[in-house]
C-alpha cells in the first residue's frame, strides 16, 4: 500500500495538468528504506510528448546523486498518461527498475475527475496496490 500526503498527491496532480497535452513525469523521494515519499521533485519530459515520458538524463543523474548523498531513494516515480487511464503501458513496465518504487500514474484524460492509481512493478510484473492519502504521516 503507498501512503502518501495529500499535499504531495495534489502536486503531483498540478504537475501533470500543467504539462498537459505531453506527458508529466517526477520522483517523490524519501529516506532510504522508510517507503515514506516526503521530497516531491518534478522532473522534465525530456520526450515532449502526449503519449510517451523520459527523464532527461543529465537531470537524472544529478538528482540521482544527490539523493545518494542525502541517503534518500526514490520512494515514487510518477508520470500521468494524458489520454488513457492510468494503468502503466508495456514501455513503462519495460523501463521500470527501481523495484522498490510506487509506480503512480496520473491521468488527465477526464479535466474534471483526477484519476491516481499505484503499482509495484517488479521483472515486469505490474501489481496495483492500495492508494492511502493522508493529512500527515504519524
Same mark, same amino acid.
Given at each position: 500500500?503507498?501512503?502518501?500526503?495529500?499535499?504531495?498527491?495534489?502536486?503531483?496532480?498540478?504537475?501533470?495538468?500543467? #504539462?498537459?497535452?505531453?506527458?508529466?513525469?517526477?520522483?517523490?523521494?524519501?529516506?532510504?528504506?522508510?517507503?515514506?515519499?516526503?521530497? !516531491?521533485?518534478?522532473?522534465?519530459?525530456?520526450?515532449?510528448?502526449?503519449? !510517451? =515520458?523520459? !527523464?532527461?538524463?543529465?537531470e537524472q543523474l544529478?538528482?540521482?546523486?544527490?539523493?545518494?548523498?542525502?541517503?534518500?531513494?526514490?520512494?515514487?516515480? =510518477?508520470?500521468?498518461?494524458?489520454?488513457?487511464?492510468? =494503468?502503466?503501458?508495456?514501455? #513503462?513496465?519495460?523501463?521500470?527498475?527501481?523495484?522498490?518504487?510506487?509506480?503512480?500514474?496520473?491521468?488527465?484524460?477526464?479535466?474534471?475527475?483526477?484519476?491516481?492509481? @499505484?503499482?509495484?512493478?517488479?521483472?515486469?510484473?505490474?501489481?496495483?496496490?492500495?492508494? @492511502?492519502?493522508?493529512?500527515?504521516?504519524?
Amino acid at each position: 500500500m503507498l501512503v502518501i500526503r495529500a499535499d504531495l498527491v495534489e502536486a503531483m496532480v498540478k504537475h501533470a495538468r500543467a #504539462d498537459h497535452p505531453d506527458e508529466a513525469c517526477g520522483i517523490i523521494a524519501g529516506p532510504e528504506g522508510s517507503d515514506q515519499p516526503l521530497r !516531491f521533485v518534478p522532473m522534465v519530459n525530456a520526450e515532449r510528448s502526449p503519449t !510517451f =515520458y523520459r !527523464f532527461d538524463s543529465g537531470e537524472q543523474l544529478r538528482l540521482w546523486r544527490e539523493m545518494d548523498r542525502n541517503d534518500e531513494e526514490p520512494v515514487v516515480i =510518477y508520470h500521468s498518461h494524458t489520454a488513457t487511464e492510468a =494503468y502503466p503501458s508495456r514501455t #513503462d513496465i519495460s523501463y521500470a527498475s527501481e523495484p522498490n518504487a510506487h509506480y503512480v500514474l496520473v491521468s488527465t484524460r477526464d479535466a474534471d475527475t483526477d484519476e491516481i492509481r @499505484s503499482y509495484r512493478i517488479v521483472d515486469g510484473v505490474v501489481t496495483e496496490e492500495p492508494v @492511502s492519502i493522508v493529512e500527515s504521516y504519524s
